[in-house]
């Protein structure tokens, strides 16, 4: 697929030798990866990262899918990551019931809290996850989600994604239907031609960045 960013083969072959053993390298080189992307992200300027921000969204406004989906589930981005304010403004604007993600400490899993807008009253949870109050919260099922925008660290052209480690959205994605429509935003050096995954791994069927959008070769 044109406009994958081409991997150092060097660095590509060392995760490809870790691939071929086990699941504890698997997560090793996922750890490599997640460190420097990390560290690319914290060298962004503010100006710079709205600037790919934006771009990110109109992107992802002119996909037919989002301009079909009713219900949109997005997480709310930190400092360090895409910007999705805009995203969830624009789908507020145009009708759509927009769904956050809300934390379960306990089961370690994602509920969904609906937002009727961006000035409720925010709080950062747990893992540094921002999340509405509990005042604020309003929890509904998952059923009607139709449409879910994906952070994330890495991410390849078939849709295996690299996250924070903690496999919310794996399990997040077990349990919603196969048919919503799962889409990762990230900027363009977060995007490889092969990231290390296994059979935990949950895949995304779209990627946006700031200079492409691409459909996953396997969805």
């Not at 300027?45 to 949109?72: C, Q």
């Not at 990551?81 to 899993?109: A, C, M, Y």
């Amino acid at each position: 697929m044109t406009g994958v960013r081409k991997p150092n083969c060097v660095y590509e072959m060392r995760l490809w030798m870790k691939l071929a053993t086990n699941l504890t390298s698997i997560t090793q080189a996922k750890n490599e990866i997640r460190q420097d992307i990390i560290k690319k992200r914290g060298e962004l300027g503010g100006l710079e990262k709205n600037e790919k921000s934006l771009a990110i969204s109109k992107r992802l406004f002119g996909m037919d899918e989002f301009k079909k989906s009713k219900t949109v589930f997005c997480f709310l981005s930190t400092l360090f990551e895409v910007q999705t304010e805009k995203i969830i403004r624009e789908s507020l604007r145009l009708g759509k019931h927009v769904l956050v993600p809300l934390l379960d400490p306990e089961e370690g899993n994602l509920q969904a809290s609906r937002i009727p807008s961006m000035d409720i009253d925010f709080m950062i949870g747990k893992y540094g996850i921002k999340q509405p109050t509990l005042k604020s919260r309003d929890i509904v099922a998952c059923s009607n989600i139709d449409f879910v925008v994906v952070p994330g660290l890495a991410f390849d052209n078939i849709g295996n994604r690299i996250g924070y480690g903690a496999g919310f959205y794996d399990k997040f994605f077990k349990k919603i239907s196969c048919d919503v429509t799962r889409v990762a935003v990230s900027y363009d050096f977060q995007l490889f031609n092969l990231v290390p995954h296994s059979d935990l791994d949950e895949p995304v069927h779209f990627l946006i960045t700031e200079t492409k959008a691409l459909r996953c070769l396997d969805s």
